[in-house]
């Protein structure tokens, strides 16, 4: 059975992962500017 954390009442968790372009010439981090941090996150979405 799966469980299914509740709005604040549970803790929760995400992954959060760059994505890389890799080439011969070098390596180019695609996400670099994509928000990380929660307070970022919050911000994007309206709730911060």
């Given at each position: 059975m799966m469980?299914?954390?509740?709005?604040?009442t549970?803790?929760?968790e995400s992954r959060i992962?760059?994505?890389i372009h890799v080439t011969r010439q070098g390596c180019e981090?695609?996400?670099s500017t994509a928000?990380?941090?929660i307070q970022d996150l919050e911000k994007v979405i309206g709730i911060g």
């Open positions: 469980k299914v954390p509740q709005p604040n549970e803790a929760s992962e760059d994505n981090n695609m996400t928000p990380k941090e």
